[in-house]
């Protein structure tokens, strides 16, 4: 999977869509540290992702005792 920095995926938002939709699985960045995943609409995510996703999210929880759900949400919708 290809990165990209924030900055730059708001530069390239256009090709990053393109790529995607050719099947291309893109992640975006911010300050270093993956935030998002930028997938074509008709991709299948096997169950296999999702857990992964899931145990990345403990991870980051449990270094970061100061993080809690709510903020988590809140921090996606930014």
Known sequence: MRTVGLFEAKQKLSE????????????????????????PA???????????GI????KRVSRNKKLNIKELIEEGRM
């Not at 540290?33 to 997938?39: M, P, S």
């Not at 008709?42 to 992964?52: G, R």
């Open 42 to 52: 008709h991709s299948k995510t096997d169950i296999k992702e999702i857990f992964e």
């Open 16 to 39: 990053i869509v393109e790529r995607a939709s050719e099947g291309e699985r893109i992640g975006i960045t911010r300050r270093g540290k993956l935030q998002a995943i930028v997938i």
């Open 55 to 58: 145990e990345q999210i403990r």
